[in-house]
């Protein structure tokens, strides 16, 4: 599915990641765990595509494609979803027309059929019931003047709406009240199979008593430093940062 | 042949109506270069006008001697040479094409991107079209749905022969031929236009555009239309089109005047999509354009919708005059400008009567190097009591070489008037591009998708059919301006 090998980013000439290697398997769900300015937003950006991030060595691979080759719509086409830390606002732009526009430009990219209207609003009344997200939400501006935990939810949605083969989720679970936790953990165990893989930002081990994860890695200072099963997470929890390395 | 020959006739029948005759050769199709007395009684005479036509005409040419161009706007320009110009030439018969293979490719995608109808590509791109397509036909079954409800809809030319004294009663009334340069060269010189009537208790049941109207092709750089709403009518009218026009000529200079008698309303639409100029700022057309409707009944109402993508210059500012009580005025604006375009357009809200309201909604839009200027007017006149504005003028950037001005003018005459004024400016910023294109966007479709959302209270004012076309269109016109 996803392989990084020997990773180096600067961000403005300051090293950011310094040798990160990664693999993940089809159906996998990796959980990447690690203090504040480590770098894991720097990946996951890395790895949608984002401008302003400095590759100065590596290779990631993405369904055996070279993910460099790809732009980011074309990456989110291959599959790639990325559940932003922090989801930006889209005045004037309603969430309807939104996801209608974005899951037809993916399916396009996909070779499937479009969703006309009915069919569209049909899956999205299923998702949206599914991870309990207010109609009203949907029909109000793209996450403007949502609460923090309304717009991670909304990221949810869009993931389970877009279908990604590789769901990259960073710190959705911050902010989130205990039953919100649930249904975003929800959502995405519901979207688990045999080909989807799961990366999990996060820095709490609280949320992978719900997601279980098939690998703990732990990232500092641009390198990963530990990698475990779910175990790791529950150590780290006690000892914290310092105590593990 | 047969062109030149008509038209040689058609002058010397004119020389020989007018005593003081023709001091210009004239031995073309054309009319020579230039503006004097003699092409416009030529223009007046082609037409076959009354005198109290002429005689206005001419009025407004030798006003026209006197007055200089303004250049009190944001927008620059070299020198217009009007004696360079031609002011009349025979209509001619656009060469018809064989096929589609015909037309130049880039038209044809932006046709595709529109969605426009194969058939509906032909007609616009001047393909000789089967006669069941042929929009003449529609146009006809059209025109007797209307004149059964007593509706005039007609060029103007149509309007001056059969209903001489309603265009005599309003022609000039709402922009007098002194109003400004352009308009005045427009009053002196304009060549056709749309006139429509809707005669007392009518609600007019169909858009009427000027797309449908016959013989609506070559209206030509000056172009007039009027339209009055009798008492308790309605009407909603389309100018334009989204698909490019192209045209040879530089200056634009129509006027519209629009009126509402007790009770009626008019609805004016606007999708101006004339040929920007290249990418490096070269050609275009100039848009400067008089538009101004005079709420003269009691509860009357003007609402001015416009969508401005089109044209190197855009200088234009649709304007209501609310002199009934409780009359109502309302301008909702989209202008985009990119590569090197320069639009200056808003609005003037002059609130005479009692309780008058206005609304002004206005979106610019600017990418590349262009100049996107808001510039309106609000005045609350001294009987204008409980007269009320609401102003909001919000300002797109999409890079940073383009620029967006806001010049309001507010002047108060009472103290019960209420005027409120909101401005913002903001930026497409790249984490919306980056969110969207996560998303699976390409840039211009994620462009596109902020611009309309951007756009969204003015788009809805537009017919429904209109706004899909339009919301198209701000992504085409926006198209190379990022990445
Ligand atoms: N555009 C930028 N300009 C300068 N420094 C940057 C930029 N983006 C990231 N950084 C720096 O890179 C480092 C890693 O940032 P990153 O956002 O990846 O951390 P993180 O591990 O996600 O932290 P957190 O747990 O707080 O979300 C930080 O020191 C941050 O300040
Ligand atoms: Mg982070």
Redesign the interface.
């Known amino acids: 599915m996803l392989k990084i090998e020997g990773l180096h980013v600067n961000v403005e000439d300051k090293k950011i990641i310094q040798g990160l290697d990664l693999q993940i398997a089809p159906g996998e769900v990796h959980a990447i765990m690690g203090p504040n300015g480590s770098g894991k937003s720097t990946l996951a950006n890395v790895l949608?595509?984002?401008?302003?991030y400095d590759v100065t060595k590596g290779k990631i691979t993405f369904l055996k494609k070279n993910l460099f080759d790809l732009?980011?719509?074309n990456?989110?086409?291959e599959g790639l979803?990325?559940a932003?830390q922090y989801?930006?606002e889209?005045?004037?732009?309603?969430g309807m027309?939104?996801l209608r526009?974005?899951i037809n430009?993916?399916r396009r990219?996909r070779k499937q059929k479009e969703l006309d209207g009915v069919n569209f609003l049909k899956v999205l009344r299923e998702k949206a019931k599914f991870i309990k997200m207010d109609e009203k939400l949907i029909k109000r501006?793209v996450n403007t003047g949502f609460s923090g935990g309304e717009k991670k939810r909304s990221e949810i949605l869009?993931m389970s709406l877009?279908e990604p083969k590789l769901a990259i989720l960073d710190e959705t679970d911050s902010g989130l009240d205990i039953d919100a936790l649930k249904t975003v953990a929800n959502g995405v165990n519901n979207l688990k199979n045999k080909e989807r893989s799961f990366l999990i930002i996060t820095h709490y081990q609280r949320l992978l008593n719900y997601i279980v994860p098939d690998k703990v890695h732990v990232l500092s200072k641009g390198k990963i430093v530990k990698s475990g099963d779910k175990n790791l997470a529950i150590e780290l929890e006690k000892k914290g940062y310092e105590g593990i390395m | 042949m047969s062109i030149d020959l008509e038209t040689k006739k058609t002058v010397k029948s004119i020389t020989e109506k007018y005593k003081y005759g023709f001091t210009t050769k004239i031995s073309s199709d054309k009319a020579p270069k230039g503006l004097n007395e003699d092409i416009v009684k030529l223009i007046s005479g082609k037409k076959k006008e009354p005198k109290w036509l002429l005689d206005w005409r001419l009025k407004a040419f030798r006003t026209w001697l006197k007055m200089k161009e303004p250049n009190w706007s944001m927008v620059k320009f070299p020198k217009i040479n009007y004696q360079d110009s031609y002011y009349y030439s025979a209509p001619k018969p656009k060469k018809k094409l064989k096929s589609l293979n015909e037309v130049d490719p880039a038209i044809l995608s932006t046709y595709e991107k529109l969605g426009i109808p194969l058939e509906e590509q032909k007609r616009l791109a001047g393909v000789a079209v089967d006669y069941v397509f042929d929009s003449t036909s529609v146009a006809t079954t059209f025109k007797e749905q209307l004149s059964k409800l007593g509706i005039i809809f007609c060029s103007f030319s149509e309007a001056v022969q059969k209903n001489p004294e309603l265009v005599k009663k309003y022609l000039g009334t709402v922009i007098p031929y002194t109003d400004n340069y352009f308009a005045t060269l427009n009053s002196a010189v304009f060549s056709d236009g749309s006139f429509v009537y809707i005669p007392p208790g009518v609600r007019c049941p169909m858009e009427l555009s000027t797309y449908f109207r016959i013989n609506a092709e070559n209206t030509g750089q000056f172009e007039r239309t009027l339209i009055i709403a009798d008492k308790d009518s309605y009407v909603s009218y389309l100018e334009g089109c989204t698909a490019p026009m192209r045209d040879e000529n530089q200056l634009h200079a129509a006027c519209v005047e629009l009126i509402t008698l007790d009770n009626a309303e008019i609805k004016y639409s606007t999708v101006q999509n004339w040929y920007p100029g290249d990418e490096k700022g070269k050609g275009g057309v100039y848009n400067f354009v008089t538009k101004r409707g005079a709420c003269r009944g009691n509860n009357s109402k003007i609402s001015w919708t416009q969508v401005e993508t089109g044209s190197a210059i855009t200088w234009k500012y649709p304007s209501c005059i609310l002199q009934g009580d409780n009359s109502v005025g309302e301008f909702y604006s989209v202008a985009i400008t990119n590569n090197f375009q320069q639009a200056d357009t808003g609005t003037k809200m002059i609130h005479l009567g009692k309780n008058t309201k206005s609304t002004i909604i206005s979106k610019g839009i600017s990418a590349g190097r262009g100049q996107n200027t808001y510039r309106g007017l609000v005045r609350m006149g001294p009987k204008a009591k409980d007269g009320r504005n609401f102003t909001q003028c919000d300002s797109l950037l999409i890079g940073d070489r383009c620029g967006a001005h806001t010049v309001p003018y507010i002047e108060v005459k009472n103290q019960s008037a209420k005027v409120e004024h909101e401005a913002t400016t903001s930026k497409i910023?790249?984490?919306?591009m980056?969110?969207?294109?996560?998303?699976?966007?390409?840039?211009e479709?994620a462009v596109s998708?902020?611009v309309?959302?951007?756009?969204?209270e003015v788009l809805k004012e537009l017919p429904m059919e209109f706004a899909v076309e339009a919301q198209k269109l701000l992504g085409i016109s926006l198209e190379g301006s990022v990445g």
């Open positions: 949608s595509g984002k401008d302003g732009e980011p719509e990456r989110a086409g979803f990325l932003f989801p930006v889209i005045p004037g732009v309603s027309n939104f526009t974005t430009s993916i990219y501006s869009q877009l | 910023s790249d984490d919306q980056f969110y969207c294109r996560q998303r699976g966007l390409d840039q479709n998708l902020i309309n959302g951007f756009c969204k």
